[in-house]
């Protein structure tokens, strides 16, 4: 009676050191439909099990050079061998012996000499049990290459989520920017500053990099400032200067109840980076340490940036006046610290100033 049909037959290894054993059991089995091979001895066992993969293995365990204990415990151990089958053949008949094999991994026993029916039904009743754990083994396979599969896809609808919302952002930022001559290498600029400081002063990866595209949008009020005040040539008289510095409010009302971290963080920065440490910034009046961390580091990029950057009103000024404005500001406008920081950073501010010269193109906006 053949098993469940297949390609090709089911392979049975059958491990001992007498030939005769082996023939009594070939002349058992191939009748009923199944492949055998053999080897001598445990250390040929494992090297033929490697090679050809068997079905089943039919163990002796009283063999020279590895005995069939350690041949099982050998297989049984292993990832790739674990689930075959491994039935010992013995003339043993002691508990102590058939504990020492199932201590080994074997999966059931056979004694000497071997019942024909008896070795068929063992047989197939482990062939189903292989069948089933190999159809569970694939089965997961197919369910780890479908979770990874489903992660890769995730993966990628949620980049090209973040990427959307970032390139938003960008040119949100531009807009605000859009009637300053120099477009979009502001934010650039002052943007990675900012990166630059929250690293030094120990921000993570992860934080740094939402400060990085957070602090484009400090700005963003200024959509709702008159030109007639914005692009004035002069310096703006009292009332004017009142309305400006209501850019600050604006930029966070524009923000205000984003579930989007970038835009929670960029609501903080546009409100606060015009406080000053000395508590005479606006718009609330914010004093030291109170003025959030975020505000008090974009407000020095912002103002190094605006120092260095042609205006209606003004000319750019020299890198070497805007560090020293900004030494001369520690202590009153700046956080102390930060200034500190700032300043000795003056090598690669420059370097970021001067690859960040012109323009405002979004790949040169990313990371």
Do not use: C
């Amino acid at each position: 009676m053949m098993l469940e049909a297949r390609d090709t037959k089911f392979k049975i290894l059958v491990v001992d050191d007498e030939p005769k054993n082996v023939k009594i059991i070939e002349g058992f089995l191939i009748p009923e439909g199944y492949e055998i091979i053999s080897a001598s001895d445990g250390k040929e066992a494992i090297k033929i099990v490697e090679e050809k993969r068997p079905d089943l293995i039919l163990l002796d365990i009283m063999m020279p050079e590895m005995n069939g204990f350690e041949t099982a415990r050998i297989l049984k151990s292993r990832k790739d061998t674990m689930l075959i089958p491994v039935v010992m053949i013995t003339a043993l008949k002691e508990v102590e012996d058939r504990v020492k094999a199932l201590e080994a991994g074997a999966d059931d026993f056979l004694t000497k000499p071997i019942d024909k029916t008896e070795l068929r039904a063992r047989i197939r009743s482990l062939i189903k049990v292989k069948l089933y754990n190999d159809y569970m083994k694939r089965y997961r396979e197919i369910l780890e290459e479908e979770v990874q599969r489903r992660t890769l896809q995730l993966r990628q609808a949620l980049k090209e989520v973040k990427e959307a919302s970032l390139e938003t952002i960008f040119r949100l930022s531009q807009a605000a920017e859009y009637k300053d001559e120099e477009t979009g290498a502001h934010i650039l600029r002052m943007s990675r500053y900012t990166k630059l400081l929250a690293e030094k002063i120990g921000f993570n990866k992860s934080e740094s990099e939402e400060l990085l595209y957070a602090a484009p949008l400090h700005d963003v009020g200024k959509i709702g400032i008159p030109d007639s005040i914005l692009l004035k040539p002069g310096k703006l008289n009292k009332r004017e200067w009142e309305i400006m510095k209501t850019h600050t409010s604006i930029g966070a009302k524009i923000l205000r109840g984003s579930r989007s971290g970038y835009i929670k963080l960029a609501e903080v920065i546009a409100k606060t980076h015009h406080e000053r440490w000395d508590g005479n910034g606006y718009p609330i009046g914010l004093k030291g340490e109170k003025i959030p961390i975020v505000g008090r580091i974009s407000a020095i990029a912002d103002v190094f940036d605006a120092l260095i950057s042609k205006r209606p009103y003004k000319e750019p000024f020299s890198v070497e006046t805007a560090f020293e404005i900004i030494r001369k500001g520690r202590g009153s406008q700046f956080d102390p610290e930060i200034t500190d920081l700032f300043l000795k950073l003056r090598d690669k501010i420059v370097e970021i100033k001067e690859t960040y010269e012109k323009g405002g193109n979004l790949h040169l906006w990313k990371y």
